[in-house]
């Protein structure tokens, strides 16, 4: 994967993370949305639990984004 589509990915996951963080997202997905979008493990979160899901998926997603930019076999590792 090249530069470009590493930072785009980055963006877009980021931006989903930011969303269920700040701007309500949590709320939105709580029940039995959650199930869908996140994993079937979530079904039964509350909105606080589905955030700090979504702070702790953001911090590790952000750690592996720094690491793709700099490592081409991080990069190629996540198409695997």
């Known amino acids: ?6 930072v785009l990915v980055y ?3 980021a931006l989903f993370w930011y969303w269920i963080l700040s701007w309500g997202g949590a709320r939105w ?3 039995w ?3 869908g979008i996140i ?3 979530a079904g039964h979160w509350n909105v606080e639990q ?3 899901y979504a702070l702790i998926m953001l911090i590790l ?8 930019l700099y490592s081409p ?7 695997n």
């Open 73 to 79: 076999t991080v990069r190629m590792a996540s198409l």
């Open 50 to 52: 589905i955030r700090f």
């Open 11 to 13: 963006l877009l996951t």
């Open 61 to 68: 997603e952000t750690v592996w984004f720094g690491a793709g």
């Open 29 to 31: 997905i709580e029940g």
């Open 39 to 41: 994993g079937w493990f």
């Open 33 to 35: 949305k959650s199930w």
């Open 1 to 6: 994967m090249d530069i470009g589509s590493w």
